[in-house]
C-alpha cells in the first residue's frame, strides 16, 4: 500500500516551529488591540456567489483558483448550492458586517482575523494551497468617518509597528491609488486603447490580460514587455479631485508619523473591489513570492454583496511568509556576534578592548571595530558581524553609561556597562 502524503500545496506544522507561529498571533493581537481592533472569526466556507460578487468574477483567484463543489441538498427537495474554501477573508467580514448589521451601531467597526486560505495556485516557496493570513478591516457608516484619509494612514503605521515589533528588518512599503468607481473605468478604457497596438508583441499571459483585465498587465513580472508596460497611462493622471486630494492626505499623514513608503504607479494589486487606496509590504528576502501583505480601500465592497454603503480599508499578511522571513533572519543571527564594539576616536581603543575583555570573561561574543573607522563604515561592520553595536565615545568611557542599537529592532538604548554583560543572555 502507498503511504499517504499531506495533499500537494499543503503541509504540516510541527513544534518546534509552531512555538513560532504562536508568537507571530501573539504579536498581532497585542499590536492590534492597541488600535483598538478586536478579533472576527467567519466560518472556512462560504456560498460561492460572496466571492464572485465580492472579489470578482474576473480575478484569477475567482476564475481559476478556488476550491468550489455543490454541496448534496437535504431535502432532496431543495436546490445543491455551490459552496467554496475561502480564498481570502475580507469578503467573508463585510458579509459579517451586513448580516449583523454592524452599521446600525453608528459606529467604525475595526475587525481582524487569523485563519488558513486556500486557492489552487502553483505551489513553491512561499506560496501554498492552503495558507495563513492575518488580517484586519477598518468598515462602517461614513459619518462614523470611514472614508476619512487618516484611517488609511493610520493602517499603515500600525503594519509599520507590528513587523517593526517582530523584529522583519528590510521591508519596504509601496502605496497607489486606484482611484474611484468611476476614476477607474476611464483608466481602464484608456489602458484597452494604448494595449490594442502593441499587445501583440506581449507575452501569452499579458495578451489575454489586456483583453480581460487589463489592469492586471501592470503588475506583470515578464522581463520583456516591460519597456511596453513603462511607456502605459498612469492611474495618477486619471484621478478625479476627491480621489488626489484622498491619496494626498493619506502620504500628508504617513509623512507626518515617519512611515517610509514609495509611490508606485504601477501597484494596482489582482482583486476587483479596491478603490483610491492600495498598498504591499514587500521582503527582500523572500525571493520571487516577495509580497508580504497586500491591502487598500474597498469603498463599494459592502453594497456589491447586497449591504449598505460602508467604506473601508484593510489588509492580509501572508503568515506563512512572515514566518519564513523571520527563519531566515534566525538563521542569518545564529551566525553573529553578540556585540560589536565601536570606539569613536583612537583615543577610546584601549576602552574598547578592557570592554570586549570584560564581555568575552561574561560568555558573550564580540567583535571589536577600530577608532580610526568613520561611523558609517563601523555601522556597516557591525551589521554585518553582530547583532547589536556598542558606541564607545568619551562621554561613555567616563560615565559608563553606554550607547547600544539593536540591528534587529532598530532600538537605539542607554545602557549601563554593569547591565550589558546580563542583557544578551
Ligand atoms: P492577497 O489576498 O492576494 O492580496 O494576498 C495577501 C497576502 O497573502 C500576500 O501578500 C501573501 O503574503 C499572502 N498570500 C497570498 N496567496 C498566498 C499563497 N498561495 N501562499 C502563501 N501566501 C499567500
Known sequence: MSTLKAV??????????????NHVEATARRVFSRYNFGEI???????TSLF?????????????????????ARPQSEKAQSLTLRPENTAGVVRAYIEHKLGDTGLLQKLFYIGPQFRRERPQKGRYRQFWQIGAEVIGPISAGSESPLRDAEVLEMLATFLDELGIQGWHLDINSVGSATD??????????ALAPVKHLMCE??????????????????????????????IADFLDDDSKAHFAAVLAALDACGVPYHVNPRLVRGLDY???????????????????????????????????????IGFAMGEDRLILT??????????????FIAPLSPDQNPAALELARELRRAGLRVELGDGSFRMKKSFEIGNKLAKKIVLLGEDEVKSGILTVKDFATSDQTKVAREQLLTSSH
Open 274 to 312: 479596491y478603490t483610491r487606496t492600495t498598498f504591499e509590504f514587500t521582503h527582500g528576502g523572500l525571493g520571487a513570492q516577495n509580497a508580504l501583505l497586500g491591502g487598500g480601500r474597498y469603498d463599494g465592497l459592502s453594497e456589491a454583496i447586497g449591504g449598505p454603503k460602508a467604506p473601508g
Open 326 to 339: 523571520l527563519q531566515a533572519a534566525q538563521e542569518q543571527a545564529a551566525g553573529l556576534a553578540d556585540f
Open 184 to 193: 477607474r473605468p476611464r483608466y481602464v478604457a484608456a489602458l484597452r486603447e
Open 205 to 234: 499571459d499579458n495578451q489575454r490580460r489586456a483583453e480581460t483585465n487589463p489592469l492586471r498587465v501592470l503588475d506583470s513580472k515578464d522581463e520583456k514587455d516591460q519597456e511596453i508596460i513603462e511607456k502605459l497611462p498612469k
Open 52 to 72: 464572485a460578487r465580492g472579489v470578482g468574477e474576473e480575478t484569477d483567484i475567482v476564475s481559476k483558483e478556488m476550491y468550489t463543489w455543490e454541496d448534496r
Open 41 to 47: 472569526r467567519t466560518p472556512i466556507f462560504e456560498d
Open 8 to 21: 500537494r500545496g499543503t503541509r504540516d506544522l510541527l513544534p518546534p516551529e509552531t512555538e513560532l507561529w
